[in-house]
């Protein structure tokens, strides 16, 4: 059973940071391609960020210079470490993992991250 866990969510006052986790469990980690979505209230999930097995990263324009993606493939964890926060960071972060079709695609179940004075 393919189980993604996140953590790592919660409280923050802009132009602070957090460190979300997502540990993974029932796949190959290390072929996957990794990535982390965010969807607003009323809007659509986004892309935030992804690395590849190779170590290709992607990063959406929003968060290029603040957030940054990275994979520990012996702990079968994925980290976003997020700097330098804003409101419109707020949104549930959704880990996911990837590998070439819907039959390989797995989702966590969501964290609550809220940027806020």
């Known amino acids: 059973q393919v189980q993604l866990v996140e953590s790592g969510g919660g409280l923050v006052q802009p132009g602070g940071s957090l460190r979300l986790s997502c540990a993974a469990s029932?796949?190959?980690?290390?072929?996957?391609?990794l990535g982390w979505y965010r969807q607003a209230p009323g809007k659509q999930r986004e892309l935030v960020a992804s690395?590849?097995?190779?170590?290709?990263?992607n990063y959406v324009d929003s968060v290029k210079g603040r957030f940054t993606i990275s994979r520990d493939n012996a702990k079968n964890t994925v980290y976003l470490q997020m700097n330098s926060l804003k409101v419109e960071d707020t949104a549930v972060y959704y880990c996911?993992?990837?590998?070439?079709?819907?039959?390989?695609?797995?989702w966590g179940q969501g964290t609550q991250v809220t940027v806020s004075s």
């Open positions: 029932g796949i190959i980690f290390s072929i996957y391609r």
């Open positions: 996911n993992a990837w590998y070439g079709s819907n039959r390989h695609n797995h």
């Open positions: 690395i590849f097995s190779g170590g290709v990263l």
